[in-house]
């Protein structure tokens, strides 16, 4: 009854496969090989336009590098004060941005409102000595506590932002969580919607340790910029082969959709236990995150049968799924909370 997070799964065996597939006889390093290659080419079809990508192994990787090519280091980037680059990075975007600041928005279920940012966009004066001039607008799609923007809710930030000529950066950790959810396609949850950067993950969804930046549109013209400050930060693999081994296994035949369908049924399921027992959930389940006030006792009783979560800064408990949740773990974990 591991529910602390979906990183805690294994590695899905087809995944596991290709990658042993990917380790015989010598082949092309830093990104040159034909896995690599393959995935670009898969990720241009599943996104239904030409981009290019850059692998890498974390996702903290993948949004720093990101949005170091979107904000100087005299910049600033906005974001929700609970979003993962805040909370959870330990000053990476920072550090790879050379001191580029986060600027925090509210908003519920950690998407940023649409109001607020309105107001601190109209705020923003580039040509003021005394401010940090805001360049990029980073979202989260699951947001950090759980919930998912829909295409249109995208596209009404981006747009903002783009009036007030920011880059849009999406934080996708769990964006296949946030697709099978939603019903939106990729192309109408990023691109279509007005994101230039994407930070794709799969580690979450089965894969040993594989992120994409994945660029769009004019952002494809920071590629080289993107490789340089890649390879300065230690993050340009000699052996990419078995990052784009991954992400083609992890992509082949919807593979990384029907293991995000899998892990959301779990969580749906996990989500009616809670409720059945008295907890009140706090943020919507729109993906594999569960967010919930406990019963009293129910911790105790919970941690005492063997299962693992998370105290939430708010008083709340969360419950991560994966692909790997077995049905059994969910009956055990329903049982602990009605003894």
């Known amino acids: 009854m591991n529910f602390m997070s979906d990183t805690a799964a294994p590695a899905h065996p087809a995944i596991l496969e290709a990658m042993v597939a990917a380790a015989t006889g010598p082949a092309p390093s830093y990104g040159n090989d034909p896995w690599t290659k393959a995935a670009r080419d898969t990720l241009c079809k599943v996104f239904e336009t030409d981009l290019d990508i850059w692998l890498v192994s974390s996702g903290t990787a993948a949004n720093a590098l990101g949005l170091s090519i979107l904000c100087p280091s005299h910049g600033g980037v906005l974001c929700h004060q609970d979003a993962h680059i805040q909370t959870d990075e330990r000053g990476a975007p920072e550090f790879y941005t050379g001191g580029g600041k986060l600027i925090l928005l509210p908003g519920k279920h950690a998407r940023i409102d649409l109001a607020a940012l309105k107001t601190r966009l109209d705020f923003n004066d580039p040509d003021f000595v005394h401010e940090t001039p805001v360049h990029a607008l980073s979202l989260s799609n699951l947001t950090e506590n759980g919930a998912?923007?829909?295409?249109?809710?995208?596209?009404?930030?981006?747009?903002?932002?783009?009036?007030?000529?920011?880059?849009?950066?999406?934080?996708?950790?769990?964006?296949?969580?946030?697709?099978?959810?939603?019903?939106?396609?990729?192309?109408?949850?990023?691109?279509?919607?007005?994101?230039?950067?994407?930070?794709?993950?799969?580690?979450?969804?089965?894969?040993?340790?594989?992120?994409?930046?994945?660029?769009?549109?004019?952002?494809?013209?920071?590629?080289?910029?993107?490789?340089?400050?890649?390879?300065?930060?230690?993050?340009?693999?000699?052996?990419?082969?078995?990052?784009?081994?991954?992400?083609?296994?992890?992509?082949?035949?919807?593979?990384?959709?029907?293991?995000?369908?899998?892990?959301?049924?779990?969580?749906?399921?996990?989500?009616?236990?809670?409720?059945?027992?008295?907890?009140?959930?706090?943020?919507?389940?729109?993906?594999?995150?569960?967010?919930?006030?406990?019963?009293?006792?129910?911790?105790?009783?919970?941690?005492?049968?063997?299962?693992?979560?998370?105290?939430?800064?708010?008083?709340?408990?969360?419950?991560?799924?994966?692909?790997?949740?077995?049905?059994?773990?969910?009956?055990?974990?329903?049982?602990?909370?009605?003894?």
């Open 148 to 339: 998912a923007y829909r295409p249109f809710e995208i596209q009404e930030r981006a747009a903002l932002a783009r009036e007030a000529c920011l880059a849009v950066h999406l934080d996708g950790a769990r964006l296949a969580n946030a697709l099978v959810s939603t019903g939106a396609s990729p192309a109408e949850m990023t691109w279509r919607a007005g994101v230039d950067v994407l930070s794709f993950g799969a580690t979450k969804n089965g894969a040993v340790g594989c992120e994409a930046i994945i660029l769009f549109g004019a952002a494809r013209k920071r590629l080289q910029e993107l490789q340089i400050r890649a390879k300065r930060a230690g993050h340009m693999p000699p052996k990419m082969r078995f990052l784009g081994a991954q992400m083609s296994a992890y992509l082949k035949d919807g593979l990384w959709l029907d293991l995000a369908r899998r892990a959301n049924m779990s969580a749906t399921t996990l989500a009616a236990a809670l409720t059945s027992a008295g907890a009140k959930l706090t943020h919507p389940v729109d993906g594999n995150e569960v967010f919930a006030h406990l019963p009293p006792g129910a911790a105790e009783r919970l941690q005492a049968a063997g299962a693992g979560f998370y105290p939430w800064p708010d008083g709340s408990h969360r419950f991560v799924t994966s692909w790997a949740t077995e049905p059994e773990e969910i009956e055990a974990f329903a049982a602990a909370l009605e003894s």
